[in-house]
């Protein structure tokens, strides 16, 4: 177990149980305030992955769905039952949820209806969803405000549309899709149609699409960025943070002045307990 000895003087506790298609969940935090963003593998490795990080389930506060793919949802049923956890996202969202067979479950009395682009609160946390272009029923990012300090995550979006752009532009912590990568992509196994819905305004961002908007936006005060949501056979973390160093390198006028730390998550393991602060990263 991983013991919080340092969450009372940092800004967000971060950690990913999973990114990627397989299935995505992310606990986010402060030193009052416990959420998760999205639920998307077993109920019972949340629990375990929470334990390892020194939390427990019935700290957290709610659980935050950014869209009804089942790689976002799957624990939902689970943990709603057995724990009472609030769930928060829009209404259509919401009855995608129920209308599918494997989490049309999920205790109906744990559903807290959010508003796009209407701030929203838990405990400490001031939060405002912003909407994407992915090929679900509703898909939302999440910005979320924690004493001034400023942190979005948005992880299944075809491009950066003008609703996003504001919360994305403005975070000092970012989580953010670099799905793939374009050569391996098009290289790759997947079949025509399937490699154009990933490719497409309302599939997944790319390496290069996400490097780009990093490198536009690094001098907004950007200073911690974590790709996410890496695909199995169409990306690498080594490919990821590559193309962003490379176009750090090609697209800055000064590359030393790219100042925001970065990291690729894992798709299937669950990362270090990672403690950020303004001035600087306790691991």
């Not at 019935?58 to 624990?75: A, E, F, M, P």
């Amino acid at each position: 177990m991983t013991l919080d000895l340092f969450s009372h003087l940092t800004d967000f506790d971060i950690c990913s149980f999973g990114s990627g298609s397989s299935g995505n969940s992310y606990y986010i935090g402060n030193a009052d305030t416990s959420i998760l963003v999205d639920a998307g593998i077993n109920g019972r490795n949340i629990v375990r992955n929470l334990e390892e990080i020194g939390k427990n389930i019935r700290q957290i506060s709610g659980i935050l769905v950014t869209h009804d793919h089942i790689d976002h949802i799957k624990g939902l049923p689970d943990l709603s039952q057995r724990f009472g956890i609030k769930i928060y996202t829009t209404a259509k969202t919401w009855d995608a949820i129920l209308q599918n067979r494997f989490t049309k479950h999920v205790r109906l009395s744990c559903y807290n209806e959010i508003i796009s682009l209407k701030e929203f609160v838990i405990g400490t946390l001031k939060i405002t969803a912003f909407p994407v272009e992915h090929d679900a029923a509703d898909p939302h990012g999440f910005h979320i405000e924690s004493k001034g300090k400023k942190l979005s995550i948005a992880t299944d979006l075809g491009c950066i549309n003008k609703e996003s752009l504001p919360y994305l532009s403005q975070s000092q912590v970012l989580i953010l899709e670099s799905n793939y990568d374009e050569t391996m992509l098009a290289a790759g196994p997947y079949p025509p149609y399937l490699k154009a819905r990933i490719a497409g305004k309302v599939g997944h961002l790319s390496n290069q699409q996400a490097a780009d908007f990093l490198v536009e936006h690094r001098g907004n005060g950007l200073k911690h960025v974590f790709l996410a949501h890496l695909s199995e056979h169409n990306n690498t973390p080594e490919k990821a943070i590559q193309t962003l160093e490379k176009t750090i390198i090609t697209k800055s006028a000064d590359p030393s002045s790219t100042a925001f730390h970065y990291h690729a998550f894992d798709r299937k393991k669950r990362s270090r307990l990672i403690q950020i602060s303004l001035d600087s990263t306790i691991f």
